[in-house]
Nanobody, 115 residues
Framework: VQLQASGGGLVQAGGSLRLFCADSGSDFRGNAMGWYRQAPGKKRELVAS???????DYADSVKGRFTISRDNAKNTVYLQMANLKPDDAAVYYC??????????WGQGTQVTVSS
């Protein structure tokens, strides 16, 4: 499994961004997928997850603003972020957990939110 995250950038507060994570593995539909973020000086935190069956979960801080989705035909998971706040600024990481419980991490993509 190799995960390639993209879509980060600079956005004004209140704006939107869409992150992409492409999975080069052969069993994407069997993976649970997640987006994490880490801001300077803070611990990495789980932002959103989606199971192999499409069940989603979100951190309280992003509920109602972020949406995680997956396209099994494209081996891609998305994170649609709306109404971005300065506190959302961080490096965002894509992660996968295989059906056998093996974790994989992608490289991060920087999200910067200007106030």
């Amino acid at each position: 499994v190799q995960l390639q995250a993209s879509g980060g950038g600079l956005v004004q507060a209140g704006g939107s961004l869409r992150l992409f994570c492409a999975d080069s593995g052969s069993d994407f539909r069997g993976n649970a997928m997640g987006w994490y973020r880490q801001a300077p000086g803070k611990k990495r935190e789980l932002v959103a997850s989606i199971s192999s069956g499409g069940v989603t979960d979100y951190a309280d801080s992003v509920k109602g603003r972020f949406t995680i989705s997956r396209d099994n035909a494209k081996n891609t998971v998305y994170l649609q972020m709306a109404n971005l706040k300065p506190d959302d600024a961080a490096v965002y990481y894509c992660a996968a957990t295989s059906r056998w419980g093996v974790p994989y991490w992608g490289q991060g993509t920087q999200v910067t939110v200007s106030s």
